[in-house]
């Protein structure tokens, strides 16, 4: 089928009937608005339905248990919190206490500390202090056993045949004068002057460490009389008076001062038991 072609001067009647209804509608809905419209009435509330007192009274009941049993929760918790207060202030004292006994813990710690510091201090000088002890035990036993030795030797020496009375000048040549006789004993002298009475009786005991005026007149007498022999005892003869007043007498004779004049001298031990009256003058026969 062919269609046939629009005359360009005709109206097309559809074009224009969609846009002229629509304006239409528009009208219509805005005059609509514009125009009062009565209220609609609103429905009456129903009456309210009478309580029902038993469910009001059950209801009642499980209030009241809430309220008793959230008070007991209430109580419950206090209690505890109470406790807990109580047990926060036990903690706190125990924190201070711990605080203190940790703080006196360290003290006595630096305490042990210091002591035994001091005591391996101790330890060494006691350490030291039985070195020095065990030298001084070895020494003293050294010393015994050399003073025993000594004392071997000075017995020896004892029993060595000793000029006796009249003999005993021999040891000084021809000499044949008076002479003063020096007994050595432990830690002094026995000073026997020539005599003819009571010849064996000491004039003058003299100690090794006696005043000078003793040593004076000493140093007096001898040169007087001219001659000095020395008897050592085996107590006073090592390191004892013969060795002092031995001295003392060559001291004398090589410093002696000039115009002083000389004196023979002669020195020879004994035996401890040997009489005395072997070795005083008793003049010349």
């Given at each position: 089928?062919?269609?046939?072609?629009?005359?360009?001067?005709?109206?097309?009647?559809?074009?224009?009937?969609?846009?002229?209804?629509?304006?239409?509608?528009?009208?219509?809905?805005?005059?609509?608005?514009?125009?009062?419209?009565?209220?609609?009435?609103?429905?009456?509330?129903?009456?309210?339905?009478?309580?029902?007192?038993?469910?009001?009274?059950?209801?009642?009941?499980?209030?009241?248990?809430?309220?008793?049993?959230?008070?007991?929760?209430?109580?419950?918790?206090?209690?505890?919190?109470?406790?807990?207060?109580?047990?926060?202030?036990?903690?706190?004292?125990?924190?201070?206490?711990?605080?203190?006994?940790?703080?006196?813990?360290?003290?006595?710690?630096?305490?042990?500390?210091?002591?035994?510091?001091?005591?391996?201090?101790?330890?060494?000088?006691?350490?030291?202090?039985?070195?020095?002890?065990?030298?001084?035990?070895?020494?003293?036993?050294?010393?015994?056993k050399a003073r025993q030795e000594i004392a071997a030797i000075n017995e020896r020496i004892a029993k060595l045949e000793v000029p006796k009375s009249d003999t005993t000048l021999g040891l000084i040549g021809s000499y044949k004068g008076?002479?003063?006789?020096?007994?050595?004993?432990?830690?002094?002298?026995?000073?026997?002057?020539?005599?003819?009475?009571?010849?064996?009786?000491?004039?003058?005991?003299?100690?090794?460490?006696?005043?000078?005026?003793?040593?004076?007149?000493?140093?007096?007498?001898?040169?007087?009389?001219?001659?000095?022999?020395?008897?050592a005892r085996p107590d006073g003869w090592f390191n004892n008076s013969y060795r002092k007043f031995n001295g003392l007498f060559r001291d004398y004779l090589e410093n002696r001062p000039e115009g002083e004049k000389a004196f023979k001298?002669?020195?020879?031990?004994?035996?401890?038991?040997?009489?005395?009256?072997?070795?005083?003058?008793?003049?010349?026969?």
């Open positions: 089928m062919t269609s046939r072609p629009r005359n360009a001067g005709t109206v097309d009647f559809a074009t224009i009937a969609l846009p002229v209804l629509c304006s239409l509608l528009a009208a219509i809905l805005y005059f609509a608005s514009d125009m009062p419209q009565s209220p609609v009435p609103k429905p009456e509330p129903a009456p309210p339905a009478p309580p029902d007192l038993t469910a009001l009274e059950e209801k009642e009941q499980r209030l009241s248990e809430q309220i008793k049993a959230a008070q007991q929760r209430r109580d419950a918790l206090l209690a505890r919190l109470d406790r807990c207060r109580q047990d926060a202030d036990a903690q706190m004292n125990t924190q201070n206490e711990f605080a203190a006994l940790h703080n006196h813990l360290a003290v006595l710690d630096a305490r042990i500390k210091d002591l035994l510091a001091k005591k391996g201090e101790l330890e060494k000088q006691i350490d030291q202090h039985g070195k020095r002890l065990a030298d001084a035990q070895k020494a003293r036993r050294d010393i015994e008076p002479y003063v006789l020096v007994e050595c004993i432990d830690k002094a002298v026995l000073v026997y002057l020539p005599k003819r009475d009571n010849p064996e009786k000491p004039d003058r005991r003299i100690a090794m460490d006696a005043p000078k005026a003793d040593i004076d007149w000493l140093l007096g007498e001898v040169p007087r009389v001219g001659c000095v022999v020395l008897v001298f002669a020195s020879f031990p004994t035996e401890a038991t040997e009489p005395i009256a072997n070795f005083v003058w008793k003049g010349a026969k």
